[in-house]
């Protein structure tokens, strides 16, 4: 843990720019958020190394097969998510300062996406979104909530605890229940989805380490068996979703039908193909926007490797 005037700098800090993005002026807010992020893009760094390890796999998969991206192309794509995270940084902490009526004019649902949730919610069994890490999903849950379907989400522990507690207060005035990943969190989510209730899981990085293996972009790795394992005990709709960020200041979801979540086998073998189901969903949606595809850590077992080694 920091030592404890490192903690509390780190909590005003943060809390301060959030603070700062949701009473600055729109475009003064975005014109300060695009300077920081430009200036990271060009520091480069491991992070900007590793994501253009990950958008090299997206742009490959639209290349005939043997055809490599060009390293200056991916270079560029890589740059831009750097823009988009800003972005998803800044809306995120102006949601909590926005009228219902502007989170409503600023969302749209693509297609049927909007007739899937609300499907899906009246069937009375819970639903699970199952995300990657693209676009703005804080937005999209602002809008469920003031559509009457407020949204359990997982998220990762911060240190230190006080900015933890903040950011999840913060969720919580978007009308998201924030539960810490770690013990104690399964048993929130079954009780929410036992419910009835809406739980979001971001579902495109195996955090611990131990989740379903699957082919991700042409390259086996891991992926969290959460989604898979929460709708098949549950009953509950698994829904692959994204938010994208656009166009403009809208935020754009699409809600994926429901997989078929029916028993075909044992659980294990159920929870690896629906989980195989997801990754081809995300590969879908990642596609479409790589650009918004913000994960910067190792994701394939050969990151971990070129990570070691410093390279991309």
């Keep these: 843990m920091a030592p404890g005037w490192r903690a ?16 600055l002026p729109e475009p003064v807010a975005r014109s300060v958020v695009g300077g ?19 958008l090299r796999r997206v742009l490959a998969s639209e290349c005939e097969e043997g055809v490599v991206p060009d390293p200056a192309l991916v270079r560029r794509w ?14 995120g902490a102006r949601v909590p300062y926005m009228s219902e009526d502007v989170i409503r004019a600023r969302m749209s649902l693509e297609g049927d996406s909007e007739d899937v949730v609300r499907s899906a919610m009246r ?15 804080e937005w999209g849950g602002a809008w469920l909530a003031l559509e009457g379907m407020p949204m359990t989400v997982v998220v990762e522990r911060i240190e230190p605890k ?15 229940t924030a539960v810490p990943l770690g013990e104690g969190s399964s048993a929130a989510i079954l009780k929410a989805l036992r419910s009835g209730a809406m739980v979001a899981l971001i579902s495109d990085r195996d955090l611990p380490g131990n989740g379903v293996e699957v082919s991700f972009f042409g390259e086996r790795t891991t992926l969290p068996a959460g989604a898979a394992t929460l709708a098949l005990r549950t009953g509950a709709a698994l829904l692959p979703t994204v938010v994208y960020s656009g166009p403009g200041d809208w935020h754009t979801a699409v809600v994926h039908p429901p997989l078929d979540t029916a028993r075909r086998g044992s659980l ?16 879908e949606f ?27």
């Design 36 to 54: 920081v992020v430009r200036v990271m893009s060009w520091r480069g760094g491991r992070a900007l190394a590793m994501n253009e390890r990950h």
């Design 286 to 312: 990642i596609v479409r926007r790589p650009e918004q595809w913000h994960l910067y850590q190792p994701n394939w077992p050969s990151d971990r490797e070129g990570d070691r080694g410093g390279g991309s």
């Design 268 to 283: 294990r073998a159920d929870v690896h193909r629906l989980t195989q189901e997801l990754a081809t969903c995300f590969e």
């Design 8 to 23: 509390t700098a780190k909590y005003f800090t943060y809390t301060g720019l959030a603070s700062s993005m949701g009473h």
């Design 123 to 137: 069937r009375g069994q819970g639903v699970v979104l199952a995300l990657p890490h693209v676009g703005s999903w």
């Design 78 to 91: 890589s740059r831009r998510t750097y823009t988009e995270y800003g972005r998803y940084w800044r809306d």
């Design 162 to 176: 006080r900015l933890f507690e903040w950011f999840v207060d913060q969720r919580a005035q978007m009308g998201l």
